[in-house]
C-alpha cells in the first residue's frame, strides 16, 4: 500500500500548481483521501479531503485550491491556484484506509506518502 505525492515545484506569486496523489495496492475510490502540508518547525496543517464526491477545505486554501479525483488512474489531484509565499510548505496526501471511510465522519489517516516541495517565491 503506497501513495505518491509529486507534481510540485517552484512558483511565482499568483501561480499555479497541480499536484497528483497516485495509489498503489488499494482503490483510493470510497476512501478518505486528504492533503496536507508541513513547513519546518511548525506543525501538520490539513488542506483538503476528498471522499466519494464530496470535498473540504481549510479556510486558508478555500477558492483557489480545488481537490478532485480520478478513479480510472486511481488518483487524486489538488489544484492549487493564486499560490502565495504563504503556501510554500511539504505537501502530502495521506488516506484513511477503511473501505466507506468518509471526510466528515473522523477519517483516521494512517497511510501517508512522501511529500513534494511547493515553494511560492518571486
Known amino acids: 500500500v503506497q501513495l505518491q505525492a509529486s507534481g510540485g515545484g517552484l512558483v511565482q506569486p499568483g501561480g499555479s500548481l497541480r499536484l497528483s496523489c497516485a495509489g498503489s495496492g488499494f482503490t483510493l475510490d470510497h476512501r478518505a483521501i486528504g492533503w496536507f502540508r508541513q513547513v519546518p518547525g511548525k506543525e501538520r496543517e490539513w488542506v483538503s479531503c476528498i471522499s466519494d464526491d464530496s470535498t473540504y477545505y481549510a479556510d486558508s486554501v478555500k477558492g483557489r485550491f480545488t481537490i478532485s479525483g480520478d478513479r480510472a488512474k486511481n488518483t487524486v489531484y489538488l489544484q492549487m491556484n493564486s499560490l502565495q509565499p504563504e503556501d510554500t510548505a511539504v505537501y502530502f496526501c495521506?488516506?484513511?484506509?477503511?473501505?466507506?471511510?468518509?471526510?466528515?465522519?473522523?477519517?483516521?489517516?494512517?497511510?501517508r506518502g512522501q511529500g513534494t516541495q511547493v515553494t511560492v517565491s518571486s
Open positions: 495521506a488516506a484513511d484506509r477503511r473501505y466507506g471511510s468518509s471526510c466528515s465522519a473522523g477519517p483516521e489517516f494512517g497511510s
